[in-house]
C-alpha cells in the first residue's frame, strides 16, 4: 500500500515539475526579429509568422522601447490601437497595403512588443505624448494618413488635431472623441467597480473573455490569434493598461471635452467612416450620426457582420476606404 503512495506521489511530483517548467518555458520564449540586423532588442513573446510577418522596429526614449512595424514605401499611413489589442490587429490591414503605400503600426507603452514605461499611468495624455514623439521625432513625418478605432480614436484624433497641417486623411472607425454618455459612459462606470478592476487584472479579462466574444468566429477559434492578443499580458501587473483604459472612458471627461473643441481643424480632409453594427456601443445610431454632423460629407461604410474590433473582422474595408484617400491624393 505505501509503495502505490509512494509511485502516486512522485508521479504527481513529476507532473507538478513538468507543468512548472513548462510554464517557465513558455514564459521565458523570446525572439529577435528585427529589420536593423545589429540590433538585438527581444520580442517578448513568440508570435504567429504566418499571421504577423513583419520584422519589428523600435524606436528608443528614456531608456523605454516602444516596438513599430514599418512596411513599404509612399505615403504614409498610420495605424493606430485601442484596448486590449495592439500593432497584430491592424496585421491584415499591412499586407494589404503596404505595396501600395508606407504602413505603420505601433504597440502603445504596456500593450503588444512594447516596454512599460516606470510610473506609467496609462491616461490617454500619456498615449499621445508617445504616439507624437515616435511619429514626429523619431520618423520625423511631414505628412500622413491616420486610422484610428477604439481608444486609437481620442488618441490618434489627438496627435492629428494638434497636427492638422500633416494630415493627409483620416479613417475612423468604431470609436468617439468627446464627453462620453449613454451605453459608453454606462460600460466605463462599471468597468470602474472594484469588481471588474479585480477581473481584468487577476483574470486577464479583456484580452481573452472580451476580445474573444467580441471577434468573428473564424478569428475566435483560431489559436494563433486568440495567443496574439491574451500573451502581451501574462501577470497581473501587465494588465494594468487594460484596466485604465475603460476607466478613462469617463475619468477623462475633460481631455474628451478639448478634443471635441478641435475636431474643426480637419474637416477640410478626406475622412471615411467604417462601422462595425455588432457593436451598439461606439457604433450606436447616435454616435454615427455624431461623426456625420462633424463631417457630413464622410463616405461612410456600414459594416452588418463586423463586430466593434473592424480591423479584425473586415480588413478590406480599410483597405478599401485608405486606397480611395491616397487616389485622391495622388
Avoid at 90 to 117: C, H, M, Q, W
Avoid at 131 to 141: D, G, R
Avoid at 248 to 270: F, H, M, R, S, Y
Wanted: avoid cysteine; hydrophobic fraction near 40%.
Amino acid at each position: 500500500m505505501k509503495t502505490k503512495n509512494n509511485l502516486g506521489k512522485t508521479v504527481l511530483l513529476t507532473l507538478t515539475i513538468v507543468l512548472l517548467m513548462g510554464n517557465n518555458m513558455q514564459a521565458q520564449e523570446k525572439e529577435v526579429y528585427n529589420k536593423d540586423i545589429t540590433n538585438k532588442k527581444e520580442r517578448p513573446f513568440i508570435v504567429d509568422k504566418g499571421e504577423y510577418p513583419f520584422k519589428s522596429n523600435w524606436f528608443e526614449k528614456d531608456g523605454v522601447s516602444m516596438h513599430y512595424i514599418d512596411e513599404g514605401e509612399g505615403i504614409p499611413i498610420v495605424l493606430t490601437h485601442g484596448n486590449p489589442d495592439w500593432s497584430f490587429l491592424n496585421r491584415n490591414i499591412i499586407k494589404g497595403l503596404s505595396g501600395e503605400a508606407r504602413v505603420i503600426a505601433y504597440d502603445l507603452p504596456g500593450f503588444g512588443f512594447s516596454d512599460t514605461p516606470e510610473n506609467y499611468g496609462f491616461t490617454p495624455q500619456e498615449h499621445v505624448e508617445w504616439i507624437s514623439a515616435l511619429l514626429f521625432e523619431h520618423l520625423k513625418l511631414e505628412k500622413f494618413i491616420i486610422v484610428v478605432q477604439d481608444w486609437g480614436g481620442p488618441t490618434g484624433l489627438s496627435v492629428a488635431t494638434s497636427n492638422p497641417d500633416k494630415v493627409l486623411g483620416v479613417v475612423i472607425s468604431n470609436t468617439w472623441a468627446w464627453k462620453a454618455e449613454g451605453k459608453l459612459e454606462g460600460f466605463s462606470m462599471y468597468m470602474r467597480t472594484p469588481e471588474m478592476e479585480a477581473k481584468v487584472i487577476d483574470n486577464n479579462y479583456f484580452a481573452t473573455t472580451l476580445m474573444q466574444s467580441s471577434i468573428n468566429k473564424k478569428s475566435s477559434s483560431t489559436k494563433a490569434i486568440t495567443d496574439a492578443y491574451e500573451m502581451p499580458f501574462p501577470t497581473k501587473e501587465s494588465r494594468k493598461g487594460t484596466a485604465i483604459f475603460p476607466q478613462q472612458i469617463t475619468l477623462a471627461a475633460d481631455w474628451l471635452v478639448d478634443l471635441e473643441g478641435k475636431l474643426n481643424t480637419l474637416q477640410d480632409k478626406p475622412v471615411e467612416f467604417i462601422f462595425g453594427l455588432k457593436d451598439d456601443t461606439v457604433a450606436s445610431q447616435d454616435i454615427q450620426d455624431k461623426w456625420r454632423s462633424i463631417f457630413p460629407k464622410a463616405p461612410v461604410q456600414l459594416l452588418p457582420e463586423a463586430g466593434h474590433f473592424t480591423q479584425e473582422d473586415s480588413p478590406e474595408s480599410f483597405v478599401f476606404s485608405l486606397r480611395r484617400i491616397l487616389k485622391n491624393i495622388e
